[in-house]
Nanobody, 115 residues
Framework: VQLVESGGGSVQPGESLNLSCSVS????????MMWYRKTPGAKRELGGT?????????HYAEFVNGRYFISRDHAKNMVHLEMYRLRLDDTAIYYC????????WGPGTQVTVSS
């Protein structure tokens, strides 16, 4: 299983980013997918999940507060994280994950929010 995140960057507070995660080595369409983030010295923090299949079930961490939206594209084997109204404390490395493959992690993509 390979996960490769992309789309991070440096933005100002209030701006938006769209992260992507490319999944290979597994037929991921039936699996739940998750987005985590990690800051230095802290454990990975779950940001949100999307169910496998039609992806209708989505859950977000409390800190998201309606600012993140997860989607999946089975044709491209990708999962996306749209992030709006970014805050300084959204600065982190963002990772996607497949719960049934708990040891599979990609390199992550850095999101930096600064004024």
């Amino acid at each position: 299983v390979q996960l490769v995140e992309s789309g991070g960057g440096s933005v100002q507070p209030g701006e938006s980013l769209n992260l992507s995660c490319s999944v290979s080595g597994v037929s991921f369409s039936s699996y739940d997918m998750m987005w985590y983030r990690k800051t230095p010295g802290a454990k990975r923090e779950l940001g949100g999940t999307i169910s496998g299949g039609d992806g209708r079930k989505k859950h977000y961490a409390e800190f998201v507060n309606g600012r993140y939206f997860i989607s999946r594209d089975h044709a491209k084997n990708m999962v996306h994280l749209e992030m709006y109204r970014l805050r300084l404390d959204d600065t982190a490395i963002y990772y996607c994950a497949i719960p049934v493959y708990p040891d599979a992690w990609g390199p992550g993509t850095q999101v930096t929010v600064s004024s």
